[in-house]
Each structure stands twice: as C-alpha cells, then as structure tokens.
C-alpha cells in the first residue's frame, strides 16, 4: 500500500527565505505527484503537477522536483511571504494497471508559517 | 467562473439519519473524487469516478455509497451515519485521471 510522509511537519521562518518541503512515498509505481495548498478553513489549491516522465516543474516563485526511483519530491519557494502561510500537502497517483490511477494518496502536510 | 460546488458546507445530524452531500462541477470533467479529511490522519479517498456510471472505492469506502449518473454531479451518500463519519469531507474533480484537480470548499459534518 502506498504511504506518503511529507517532512518537516511544521515550519517557521522569517519573511525572505528560500525554503524546502519534502515528500517522500514508498512505492515508485506513479504516474503523477501534485503539490496543493490548503489555507484555514478552504479547500485545496492546486500548486503544481508533475509526471513521473518528469523531473520538475516551476510556477512563479515554486519549483517542484521528482526523483521517481528513490520515491521523493521536493518543493521549493524562493524568497518566502508571508502570504505563503498554508499547509502544504503533496499527493500521488497510483500506477497498478487498469483504472487504479483514479486512486490518489496523500500525505499529511506540512504547516508553514511565514513571519514578516 | 470553473469550480466545483459542495452542499451544504455544514451539516449536523444524528446517528442513523440518511443525508446526501451533493458535489457539482461545471468543468465538464471526466474526473471526480470524494475525500475525508481528520486530524492525525490527513486526506483519505473515499471514492472516485472515472466517467459516468464508472465508481471505484478508494482507501475508506466503508459507510458510504454514491453514483455518477451525469457527468457534473458525483453525491456522496450515507445512509446510516455513525459518530465516526463525523469529518470535513472535500469533492474534487480533474479533466481525467492525470490532470491536475480542483477541489470544492468542503463539508464539515457532524454526527451526534
């Protein structure tokens, strides 16, 4: 069964830093991993997508990279704001034949807070 | 404006007391999905659909049922809550299955 970990569980850091969340999963069968934001109270917000034939993709000040083979994904924000404050989450798609790729599991976040 | 629609966004009832929560997007997506969402244990599919009449169980499928007779509205149905169902649950959509998806602004429900 696919198990997600994202690491560090909760970060704080000062206005201006570059940072780095991690996401690993223990099963390389994927097709895609997408990275979502949630703030307080709201749905998920669809940050990036890559594909396993991918190694990174990049929006604006994120950058999202993939190792599919030794299971990991990181993603980077430049130059933090406060307005970055949110749970991250990163989530995968399976790869197990038929239609198991409707099946996505997540992991468990990771809470940023951005202070000015 | 794109977007995927939950209702009602609470919702308290009683145990054993059938209840629909109705998901709607207007995307024409192939793609739609039921999650929960507790603390400690994250995000959990309940379900998914791939196209209508297309339904598969997801990691937690137990306590719940729901269909895809058309393409825009995916409902998710309990028809005995129990205490545990108590969770904030999340309807999402994609244009197929590896495409990013959009995610409705939740149901938070409360089961006494």
């Known amino acids: 069964k696919q198990e997600v970990t994202q690491i560090p569980a909760a970060l704080s850091v000062p206005e201006g830093e570059n940072l780095v969340l991690n996401c690993s999963f223990t099963d390389s069968a994927i097709y895609n991993l997408q990275w979502f934001r949630q703030d307080p109270g709201k749905g998920l917000t669809s940050l990036l997508l890559?594909?396993?034939?991918?190694r990174e993709q990049t929006s604006g000040r994120l950058n999202a990279s993939l190792d599919k083979s030794s299971g990991r994904s990181t993603l980077y924000i430049a130059a933090s704001q406060p307005g970055d404050s949110a749970t991250y989450l990163c989530a995968v798609r399976l790869n197990a034949g038929g239609t198991s790729y409707g099946k996505l599991t997540f992991g468990q976040g990771t809470i940023l807070t951005v202070h000015p | 404006e794109a977007q995927v629609t939950q209702n009602p966004r609470y919702l308290i009832t009683v145990t054993g007391k059938k209840l629909t929560v109705t998901c709607s997007q207007n995307m024409n997506h192939e793609y739609m999905s039921w999650y929960r969402q507790d603390p400690g244990l994250g995000l959990r599919q309940i379900y998914y659909s791939m196209n209508v009449e297309v339904t598969d169980k997801g990691d937690v499928p137990e306590g719940y049922k729901v269909s895809r007779k058309e393409k825009r509205n995916f409902p998710l149905i309990l028809e005995s809550p129990s205490p545990n169902q108590t969770s904030l649950y999340f309807c999402?959509?994609?244009?197929?299955?590896?495409?990013?998806?959009?995610f409705g602004n939740g149901t938070r429900l409360t089961v006494t």
């Open positions: 890559i594909q396993s034939s991918q």
């Open positions: 999402a959509s994609s244009l197929g299955g590896l495409a990013p998806l959009h």
